[in-house]
């Protein structure tokens, strides 16, 4: 099987905050590597564009050791070539300067135009309207916002005012870099590719779905940021909320943007609001050679979570009956993300009581190795009756694909997307929003009540609480591998 390269048009592609740590290890190596596969197109143009004051040579400079640490690049002809696509304009987002530079810098490239905003959400309405203001937008430009898209319902409404004021929705792509990932389009190749899951993919077949996403870091540089965000808002709101929604949306009529973005916002939608006595939030503490998060955030007195886990439910006549265990946490014993879809037990049991109870599980494995395995009973080998054991049937990428399993990664998939014009792993307006009415209440409820999240060891799988929430149902979380 060889990879194909399906070609975009040629485009010039404006990072703004290109001098920025997300710049640096995710989208100007997503560039470089797609540069290598052949889909840059000869006269596209990379250009970056931010504070510091530097010339296009500067920048070249800044930005080769960032390939050759996040973009596996080797020096050597690929690497000059690719820097000699690249730009870079000294630009201000809340002033003049730069802003003629830019535009006569596009000026007569008749190319489609991305600006990439990797700047603090603070600068989304300064860049939208500069954007504008210099006529550098024209129809078939589009724009990428990075997270995060508002802290609540309010701002986020009043983002998307500004945004739709000088673009169309249609030029908007709010990025989520979990809906880039291969193995979460994956999931929706297995429910809706094939027959064998979708008539079991309901509360008469599932017991219950549970979403881990595990990291192992604290919140590193981000202090400031995440001590006002917490991890219900950097998080839950947003990448599980995705994962949730490709998880249990109905069959779009058409693997097309507008199909599968009606289908996941009627799924957020149908979300029950959640009871607090189904919510457990926790912070880290000191140990094994880390600080806590209090230390980390620089508030000894900080009420924001660093993890959390909630029980939810979709009212609506597929889930009605089948609970979502959703949770996500810092500094737990792994980097580890996985969608466990647990599926009921057999009616009836015909190998008697010894036989033991068997389901069977599908778990999509999202990081750090992709992949899928379903778990089914078979009799264990041997003598001495019929004793059942489960075992899975695993699909790693990697062995069943070779090397067509080296999928672009989430980001490299995600630019070309922008540049393609397909917004269907994007988000669309009505989605954040209804997302973040989701969100608001539980959060308000919160600070309503003073609430203090649960302190949990570092390294752990978070605070004890977590799992009595599922073992007060008769339910286990899956282990968080190290
Ligand atoms: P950063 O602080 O490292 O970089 C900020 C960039 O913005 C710099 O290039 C800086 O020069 C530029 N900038 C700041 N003020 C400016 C101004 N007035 N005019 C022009 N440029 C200005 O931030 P980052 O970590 O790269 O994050 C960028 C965005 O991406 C943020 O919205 C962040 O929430 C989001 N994000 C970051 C990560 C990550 O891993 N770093 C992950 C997800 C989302």
Not at 294 to 311: G, N
Not at 397 to 409: C, H, K, N, R, S
Not at 412 to 425: A, K, P, Y
Request: hydrophobic share 40%.
């Amino acid at each position: 099987m060889a990879s194909r390269v399906i070609p975009v048009e040629a485009f010039d592609l404006v990072v703004f905050g290109g001098t920025g740590d997300l710049a640096r290890r995710k989208i100007l190596p997503a560039l470089f590597k797609r540069y290598c596969a052949g889909q840059m197109p000869g006269p596209s143009r990379l250009i970056g564009a931010a504070r510091s004051e530097f010339t296009s040579d500067d920048y070249r400079d800044f930005v080769r050791p960032a390939l050759k640490e996040f973009g596996e690049a080797e020096e050597g002809t690929s690497l000059e070539a690719f820097l000699n696509q690249i730009e870079y304009v000294t630009i201000d987002a809340r002033g003049s300067t730069g802003w003629q530079e830019l535009s006569t810098l596009l000026e007569g490239h008749d190319r489609i135009r991305a600006f990439y905003f990797s700047v603090g959400p603070g600068l989304f309405k300064d860049l939208a309207e500069r954007l504008h203001g210099y006529r550098l937008v024209d129809p078939a430009s589009r724009i990428v916002v990075e997270k995060p898209f508002g802290r609540d319902l309010e701002t986020a409404r009043a983002l998307n005012k500004v945004l739709c004021r000088h673009f169309a929705e249609g030029q908007i792509y709010r990025i989520d870099h979990y809906l880039g990932k291969e193995t979460v389009q994956n999931l929706m190749a297995v429910r809706f590719g094939n027959m064998l899951f979708e008539p079991l993919w309901n509360a008469q077949y599932i017991d219950h779905i549970q979403i881990t996403v595990a990291e192992t870091v604290g919140v590193g540089g981000r202090g400031a940021y995440y001590n006002k965000a917490g991890a219900m808002r950097d998080m839950m709101q947003n990448h599980l909320m995705q994962l949730l929604c490709l998880i249990a949306m109905e069959p779009p009529a058409q693997f097309e943007p507008d199909s599968v973005r009606d289908e996941k916002l009627k799924v957020i939608r149908a979300l029950s609001s959640v009871e607090p006595h189904h919510i457990v939030r926790g912070q880290y503490t000191q140990g094994d050679g880390v600080q806590g998060f209090r230390e980390d955030v620089d508030d000894p007195r900080s009420k924001t979570e660093s993890f959390i886990a909630l029980k939810c439910h979709l009212s609506n006549w597929r889930w009605a009956s089948t609970p979502f265990y959703l949770r996500t946490g810092k500094r737990l014993k792994g980097r580890d993300s996985q969608i466990t879809v647990v599926f009921k037990d057999a009616p009836h049991s015909i190998f008697g009581p010894d036989a033991g109870r068997h389901n069977n599980e599908l778990t999509i494995q999202l990081q750090p190795n992709e992949g899928i395995t379903l778990d089914v009973t078979i009799k264990e080998p041997g003598q001495g009756g019929m004793r059942l054991i489960d075992v899975p049937l695993d699909m790693s990428f990697a062995e069943a694909l070779g090397p067509d399993a080296d999928a672009p990664g989430a980001y490299e998939r995600l630019i070309m997307d922008v540049i393609r014009g397909n917004q269907t792993l994007f988000m669309r307006d009505d989605e954040v929003e209804a997302a973040w009415a989701w969100t608001d209440p539980i959060i308000k409820g919160w600070e309503a009540r003073g609430d203090v999240p649960k302190p949990y060891d570092s390294f752990t799988s978070g605070p004890d609480t977590a799992q009595q929430l599922m073992r007060r149902d008769g339910r286990e979380w899956r282990g968080i591998d190290p």
